[in-house]
């Protein structure tokens, strides 16, 4: 409910969860000592505002479910003999962990996590930058991982941030680190942000990748009512950001691939390319992505389609 409205008192929190507000005061006291949310009078809220940042422990069990249903879906779009680059994040790292069965790799990153997840896949070569370590979230940053950078080309980013919006575009809580992903996004052809849908609508200090540099998005269904979240997913679409949706369950299962292991793809209708190139507005083209559409999906589809 924070992450939804920004705020939430504890009078609704204890109405929402039928308990009373004694015990919301608790757990409330309990999710501020994990940095999850702030304390105010009578209520809670987003911690820390533009510039606060969650560490590595927090991070990792947040939206751990969709983080994997994100990871699976993207790791669809990677083909074998690809070069990309890969940043830092528990989403890239849940994708690095996919990424291990794809023959003829190679993968650039400033991350440890994911080149970790990375180390005993024979067939994939991990180029890792320069760079001083940054501990709270395990990546490599600085003027080292920059410089390492240069004069690379591949043919797509994979990139997490804090929050995304479609003014901003991505954006992160540390001057390091958004320094180095935008160095990440100029060695690529194509900019692919994963982030669930409690990054969506939320907006941090250093601006990452403008919404115009994003390709595509793979994000989750948001909850019913997280109307936010929605109106993001809308407005990034209407500025041409493909959007894929992974379902909370991952989708898609082992078939016939040339890669083994991999869900089978399938293509399903996303946002189309940017109004100034379509009279009229924006319309639907096909994206490939894993997996069966789910009822939320197609609900989704049809919506785009009226509107």
Do not use: C, W
Request: glycine share 12%; net charge neutral; aromatic share 2%.
């Amino acid at each position: 409910m924070v992450r939804a409205n920004g705020a939430v008192s504890l009078r609704e929190l204890a109405r929402v969860v039928q308990t009373s507000e004694v015990t919301v005061r608790r757990d409330v006291r309990a999710l501020e000592a994990e940095g999850l949310l702030d304390r105010r009078h009578g209520g809670a809220v987003l911690p820390g505002g533009f510039t606060r940042e969650s560490g590595f422990p927090q991070k990792s069990h947040l939206a751990t479910a969709e983080k994997t249903a994100i990871a699976d879906l993207a790791a669809g779009l990677v083909e074998e003999g690809e070069a990309i680059v890969v940043g830092a994040g528990t989403t890239t790292q849940e994708l690095a962990r996919r990424l291990a069965r794809v023959p003829g790799l190679t993968v650039v990153t400033n991350s440890l996590l994911v080149a970790q997840a990375l180390a005993h896949a024979n067939r994939v070569e991990v180029v890792m930058t320069g760079g001083t370590l940054r501990g709270s979230n395990y990546a490599l940053v600085g003027s080292g991982a920059e410089q390492s950078l240069q004069g690379l080309r591949v043919s797509r980013a994979f990139l997490s941030g804090s929050g995304l919006t479609a003014e901003r575009g991505l954006s992160t809580s540390n001057m390091l680190s958004a320094s180095v992903d935008r160095a990440l996004v100029q060695a690529a052809g194509e900019v692919v942000v994963l982030a669930d849908h409690t990054k969506l609508g939320t907006d941090t200090m250093f601006q990452t990748v403008p919404t115009d540099v994003i390709t595509r998005l793979v994000t989750d269904e948001p909850p019913a009512h997280d109307d936010r979240a929605a109106t993001e997913l809308q407005a990034l679409a209407d500025q041409g950001v493909q959007v894929a949706i992974a379902g909370a369950s991952g989708g898609g299962s082992a078939g016939g691939d040339a890669v083994p292991g991999r869900p089978p793809r399938r293509d399903v209708p996303l946002p189309g390319p940017r109004r100034s190139q379509i009279p009229g507005g924006p319309q639907l083209r096909t994206a490939t992505v894993l997996g069966e559409p789910s009822t939320g999906e197609r609900a989704r589809v049809a919506d785009l389609r009226r509107r």
